[in-house]
């Protein structure tokens, strides 16, 4: 088997606690199954700002270009606040997104049986609730232009955000909404504010159009932005996969992740263009951010960040078995009243950062019979 090649980037705050638990389990995989990762570590963000003068250098973003997949932790804080605007942890994010075309990102909220009272809402609203959030990432608001602030007089500034869509950059996202959910329920919802914008009238228009010529046997359904994040806190489980766009892609997704019970469980995917040669550029990150204030002290919730690589291992390494241990492993961690801070409702035991890892390979030995 061909080696697979990993970028990591721990970045800022709790990155580098949690980053340092998922290699972990790729040193034990590699040695219990056998696999060949190379893993390659490059600073990010706040800490790669302080070293080297930039949020990511050009050689990082090189070698994340020359990788099979990217391994991302979390980037950001206080301490970078006054950093100038493209110089911020942050845009190292957006540069990765932008120059990867990772124009599709896929945020899974998933309730698990051990978790599902720790949820904000009503037990009999989320138990079991599997849906699946399919963000457009590379164009759209965060990237419009024109945009920045200008003065209109000695008086009067105005600032300018610009949000724009082609044909091609929604009817791409689209087809893997279509696609993933014919692996699912069958079923896409589309968000957009069709009502007030004009891009949401586009959006709506190519959406359908595309659902009629190639996606007729999926059930597709649209729905206004603002209506979706109502029905999300209402009955959850009406929705199979949102299809949305960036802006309101960030909103959606992180309303959908506190059904939940923690940001600390949820893993996402980012995915580019399929290539000539069937590979695609793919970065994979936990929803949570770099949650400064508990840095350095063990506290971190690393399953997020374990589950990231398992979707790594499913969409970039077409392992979807061993994806679907590792997922297997952390349920039954959790069933056993194992708990980080952050999940402590109902715990029988708060465990570390560290301890945490370790749970999680002493239940891969048991899945895997090692």
């Not at 790669?48 to 270009?65: F, N, P, R, V, W």
């Not at 802006?247 to 580019?272: E, Y």
Request: hydrophobic share 40%.
């Amino acid at each position: 088997m061909s080696n697979k090649k990993i970028l990591v980037l721990p970045g800022d705050g709790i990155g580098n606690e949690v980053m340092a638990e998922v290699l972990n389990i790729i040193d034990w995989l590699s040695k219990a199954r056998s696999m060949s990762f190379d893993t390659s570590e490059r600073l990010v963000g706040g800490t790669a700002y302080d070293k080297e003068g930039d949020s990511i250098s050009d050689s990082t973003m090189q070698e994340a270009l020359d990788s099979d997949a990217v391994l991302f932790g979390a980037v950001g804080g206080p301490k970078w606040d006054n950093v100038e605007r493209e110089k911020r942890p942050e845009a190292a994010l957006l540069r990765l997104r932008k120059e990867l075309d990772l124009f599709a990102n896929l945020r899974p909220a998933v309730v698990l049986d051990a978790l599902a009272e720790s949820s904000s809402l009503k037990l009999d609203l989320v138990k079991g609730l599997d849906i699946l959030i399919v963000r457009e990432l590379t164009s759209g608001v965060y990237f419009g232009q024109p945009r920045g602030i200008s003065k209109i007089s000695d008086t009067e500034s105005k600032a300018i955000d610009t949000q724009a869509y082609t044909t091609s950059e929604i009817e791409r996202v689209s087809r893997v909404a279509f696609e993933l959910a014919k692996l699912r329920k069958n079923k896409v919802s589309s968000a957009e504010k069709s009502n007030v914008m004009e891009t949401g009238l586009f959006w709506r228009n190519i959406v359908t159009d595309l659902h009629k010529n190639e996606y007729a046997s999926v059930e597709l359904e649209h729905i206004l932005a603002d209506n979706c994040a109502m029905q999300l806190v209402r009955y959850p489980k009406q929705f199979d996969v949102i299809l949305t766009d960036n802006l309101f892609g960030d909103l959606l997704s992180d309303t959908a992740a506190m059904l939940t019970g923690s940001l600390g469980m949820l893993p996402s995917a980012s995915l580019g263009p399929v290539k000539e040669n069937g590979t695609r550029a793919a970065m994979y990150e936990p929803v949570h951010g770099s949650a400064p204030d508990i840095a350095g002290q063990s506290k971190a919730n690393p399953l997020a960040m374990i589950m990231s690589f398992a979707m790594m291992l499913k969409y970039s390494f077409d392992m979807e078995e061993d994806s679907k241990l590792i997922e297997k492993a952390v349920q039954n961690v959790l069933l056993k009243g194992l708990r980080t801070a952050d999940i402590k409702d109902g715990a029988d035991k708060i465990i570390s950062t560290k301890e945490m890892g370790v749970a999680v390979i002493e239940e891969l030995k048991v899945l895997f019979g090692n």
